[in-house]
């Protein structure tokens, strides 16, 4: 039988969610007219004034706020709130100064734990689960997301953060984990390791709550078969709060957004022009009751298509299908964001010119990043020796920069073929 952390509101009429939704919108535009100058700034810059808002109906009216928007006004963008009310805050990966901070009140962290709660209801943990977060810690959300909504839930939570295999499986067997929360990757990663020690059968899992990166049905079908459990996807943004945005259930064929909390649209890309339900195209998410962050119509990139054909488990709230792509050049590799321009700064602050390709590969389940770079006809050699050293030199610029492995080859000046129109910098070999 379906168990709902919040049966309620998960099961409302659509008309009711609805209604929900306008009488918090209405609210929550009161609060940022009043409360949030960047974004009144922007409405009245669009000509828009709170007396155009009667209704939900109305937010067409409303200018978007992108990533950019956020960054320029770092690191304060869009408060809405005092600091003296705000308890937390979490940010974006990105490179210093880029980052986008997100700020939260106690109101807004019990919000997203609610959120993060139903998430792990659905994917079936009730109080007698020990769920292991194993997504990190600190001030990327997942860690804090999962963890406070398996408190709320009444779990025993075991804040493991990413890393450290050993330990991971340790107490992953000592200690009974039902569920396990992480990356995609890293539960592939796990169900190796678990394989390579011959220790499946020490395990107790169920469930597993993966997300922060997209992963196909193949990989989904290799870590339920590899851990033994039933894998559920889980979405979220930094922006809009963190994991729990939306939330797969039993049915597993797509992830129910939390409509009480945020309202979705999808727009084209191209032109801004909100699109019908079943349309693919970029979705926008609009906070409807946060109150240090409340974005308003915030362009996530992320490619989907939403649907409220009826799910079997029971829940009216929409669906969106797992995130095909994103309309931006960011990349998510091994759950950070990476955008192609980080790694050109570097390479031309090391002496080198723009003329890069960025290889992105899955292997065995865990992303790869590979980056050709050319060498300029100063720095050209055939001594292998220097050539390595020159490489490392760019691996050590490219970690301190993205916090990640990213293999480096130096190839031979104009060996990198130039494109007539766009350069296609980045090839994506990932299935996903
Ligand atoms: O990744 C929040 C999160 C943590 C979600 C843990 C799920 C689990 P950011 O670092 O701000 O936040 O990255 C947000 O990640 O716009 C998507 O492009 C991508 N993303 C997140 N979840 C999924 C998913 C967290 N389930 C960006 N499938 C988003 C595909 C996802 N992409």
């Not at 009144?40 to 155009?52: L, P, T």
């Not at 039902?178 to 469930?207: F, N």
Request: charged residues 25%.
């Amino acid at each position: 039988m379906e168990n709902y952390y919040s049966k309620e509101i998960e099961t409302m009429p659509v008309e009711q969610i609805r209604e929900l939704q306008n009488e918090k919108f209405l609210k929550q535009m009161q609060h940022v007219w009043n409360d949030c100058p960047d974004y009144r700034a922007k409405m009245e810059k669009a000509g828009i004034s709170i007396d155009d808002i009667k209704s939900l109906d109305d937010i067409g009216k409303l200018p978007f706020i992108t990533k950019d928007d956020l960054r320029e006004h770092y690191p304060y963008a869009m408060l809405a709130k005092p600091l003296s009310e705000c308890v937390r805050i979490h940010s974006t990966s990105g490179t210093t100064g880029k980052r986008v901070i997100a700020y939260y009140t106690q109101h807004d962290i019990d919000l997203w734990d609610e959120c993060c709660a139903r998430a792990l209801v659905a994917a079936g943990a009730t109080k007698e689960d020990v769920v292991q977060v194993s997504y990190g810690f600190g001030l990327f959300t997942g860690g804090a997301g999962l963890n406070g909504g398996s408190h709320k839930l009444g779990s025993l939570t075991l804040p493991m953060s990413s890393g450290n295999t050993d330990r991971q499986l340790q107490f992953m067997i000592d200690l009974g984990a039902t569920v396990i929360c992480c990356t995609p990757s890293y539960a592939a990663y796990l169900a190796e390791s678990i394989k390579e020690r011959g220790v499946r059968d020490q395990l107790k899992l169920k469930a597993g709550i993966f997300g922060a990166e997209a992963w196909s049905e193949e990989m989904r079908r290799d870590i339920e078969a590899g851990l033994g459990i039933k894998a559920f996807d889980i979405y979220g943004l930094t922006e809009i709060s963190g994991p729990g945005v939306s939330y797969e259930c039993s049915e597993q064929t797509g992830m129910h957004i939390n409509e009480d909390h945020f309202y979705a649209e999808i727009i084209d890309p191209d032109t801004g022009e909100v699109l019908p339900e079943g349309s693919e195209g970029e979705l926008v998410f609009t906070s409807l009751d946060k109150e240090a962050f409340p974005v308003i119509r915030y362009r996530t990139k992320d490619i989907c298509v939403l649907t409220r054909k009826a799910c079997s488990c029971g829940r009216t709230f929409i669906k969106m299908v797992k995130p095909r792509g994103r309309s931006d050049d960011m990349l998510i590799i091994k759950g950070v964001n990476v955008f192609p321009s980080q790694i050109e700064a570097v390479l031309l602050e090391q002496g080198y010119q723009a003329n890069y390709q960025l290889i992105v590969d899955r292997v065995n389940n865990s992303d790869t990043l590979d980056v050709n770079v050319e060498m300029t006809p100063e720095k050209f050699t055939d001594n292998l020796g220097e050539i390595a050293d020159m490489e490392k030199k760019l691996v050590g610029a490219l970690k301190a920069m993205l916090g990640i492995f990213a293999k480096v080859h130096l190839v031979a000046p104009k060996s990198i073929t130039r494109s007539e129109g766009k350069a296609v910098r980045v090839i994506d070999k990932r299935k996903i």
